[in-house]
Nanobody, 115 residues
């Protein structure tokens, strides 16, 4: 079965950095849009970044300039580099793979930004 496994979350101080990884298995990774979403307690899940098979990037204004999404098709892995982290970035971060007719989610990784 398809698996998306996130890693790299943890506790970081404000202003710090983290790099999340999403390792995919049993999909043709290069055909999927890979997205990162987050969900804070009591809030809806929201898009953080995504990258198309061709490398087109998409970010909401809340993270633009601080977060960078990338992918390595040879390793079936997507990444989210998060810099200048703020307490409001605290959430569970999820990886999503999507192409027409197919959507898969990872189990999530906790990111906590606190001093």
């Amino acid at each position: 079965q398809v698996q998306l496994v996130e890693s790299g979350g943890g506790l970081v101080q404000p202003g710090g950095s983290l790099r999340l990884s999403c390792a995919a298995s049993r999909i043709i990774f290069s055909r999927y849009i890979m997205g990162w979403y987050r969900q804070a307690p009591g809030k809806q899940r929201e898009l953080v970044a995504d990258i198309s098979p061709g490398g087109t990037l998409n970010y909401p204004d809340s993270v633009k300039g601080r977060f960078t999404v990338s992918r390595d098709n040879a390793k079936n892995t997507a990444y989210l580099q998060m810099n200048s982290l703020k307490p409001e970035d605290t959430a569970v971060y999820y990886c999503k793979a999507v192409r027409p007719g197919y959507t898969y989610w990872g189990q999530g990784t906790q990111v906590t930004v606190s001093s």
